[in-house]
C-alpha cells in the first residue's frame, strides 16, 4: 500500500514544491499571465479565489486524497502554475495526477514534460504506484493531446462526470499508465527533453 506524503521534487531548472497559503500571490500572478480563468473548461480560479482554491487543496490533502504542489522556476523563483495527485487510492496502489496549469508564457515548453517526469517517478519509483491516472474534460483538446504526448493510454469517457467551476457538467477523457508501461514512457520523455534542451 502507497504512503503519499508532501515531498519535495526537482529536476531540470524546476522545483515542485508542497502548496502553501503563501503560494498565493505567485499562483495568481501565473493565472493572470493569459487570464487562464477565462478558459471554462479549466479548474484555474478566478482573481480573489486562489486563496479558496488553495484551502480546498490542503483540505484535501488533509483528508487523504490529495497532494498539491506549487511549481517554481529556480532561475527565476516565479510560481509557474500548479499540479496535484488527486483520487488517491492507497489501498490498490494509485494516483492520478491532474488540476495541472501553467502560466501561458510557460506552455508548450518543457515546463510539463519535466513536471510530468518528476511526478511519474516519483509515484511509480518511489512509492510503487501499480497505475497512475490522467483525466481531462472533453473539451480540453490541448490537455488531451498532451497527455496523449506522454505516452499515456486512453481508456475511454466518463459521461456526465464532474462539475465544471460555472455549474455545467462535463464528459471527462480518462487515461492511465501502468507500472510495466512506465520504463518506456521515462524514456519517451527524457528524449523529448534531450532534444529540446
Given at each position: 500500500m502507497i504512503d503519499v506524503k508532501p515531498i519535495v521534487l526537482e529536476g531540470m531548472g524546476?522545483?515542485?514544491?508542497?502548496?502553501?497559503?503563501?503560494?498565493?500571490?505567485?499562483?495568481?500572478?501565473?493565472?493572470?499571465?493569459?487570464?487562464?480563468?477565462?478558459?471554462?473548461?479549466?479548474?484555474?480560479?478566478a482573481p480573489g479565489g486562489m486563496g479558496a482554491y488553495i484551502a480546498e487543496a490542503l483540505a484535501g490533502q488533509e483528508l487523504g486524497h490529495m497532494l498539491p504542489w506549487a511549481v517554481r522556476d529556480l532561475a527565476s523563483g516565479k510560481i509557474l502554475g500548479s499540479t496535484r495527485y488527486h483520487d488517491i487510492v492507497a489501498k490498490i496502489d494509485r494516483v492520478e495526477i491532474g488540476y495541472t496549469w501553467?502560466?501561458?508564457?510557460?506552455?508548450?515548453?518543457?515546463?510539463?514534460?519535466?513536471?510530468?517526469?518528476?511526478?511519474?517517478?516519483?509515484?511509480?519509483?518511489?512509492?510503487?504506484?501499480?497505475?497512475?491516472?490522467?483525466?481531462?474534460?472533453?473539451?480540453?483538446?490541448?490537455?488531451?493531446?498532451?497527455?496523449?504526448?506522454?505516452g499515456a493510454k486512453k481508456d475511454g469517457i466518463l459521461r456526465h462526470h464532474a462539475i465544471r467551476r460555472d455549474g455545467s457538467v462535463r464528459d471527462?477523457?480518462?487515461?492511465?499508465?501502468?507500472?510495466?508501461?512506465?520504463?518506456?514512457?521515462?524514456?519517451?520523455?527524457?528524449?523529448?527533453?534531450?532534444?529540446?534542451?
Open positions: 524546476l522545483r515542485v514544491e508542497p502548496l502553501a497559503s503563501d503560494h498565493e500571490d505567485g499562483l495568481s500572478a501565473a493565472a493572470a499571465d493569459g487570464r487562464l480563468w477565462e478558459l471554462w473548461f479549466t479548474s484555474v480560479p501553467y502560466s501561458q508564457s510557460r506552455q508548450r515548453t518543457h515546463v510539463n514534460t519535466v513536471c510530468k517526469l518528476l511526478l511519474l517517478g516519483h509515484a511509480f519509483d518511489t512509492l510503487g504506484c501499480k497505475v497512475v491516472g490522467l483525466r481531462t474534460d472533453n473539451f480540453n483538446f490541448r490537455s488531451q493531446r498532451a497527455i496523449e504526448a506522454l471527462s477523457v480518462i487515461y492511465s499508465i501502468l507500472a510495466g508501461e512506465w520504463p518506456d514512457v521515462r524514456r519517451h520523455l527524457e528524449l523529448r527533453l534531450s532534444r529540446n534542451t
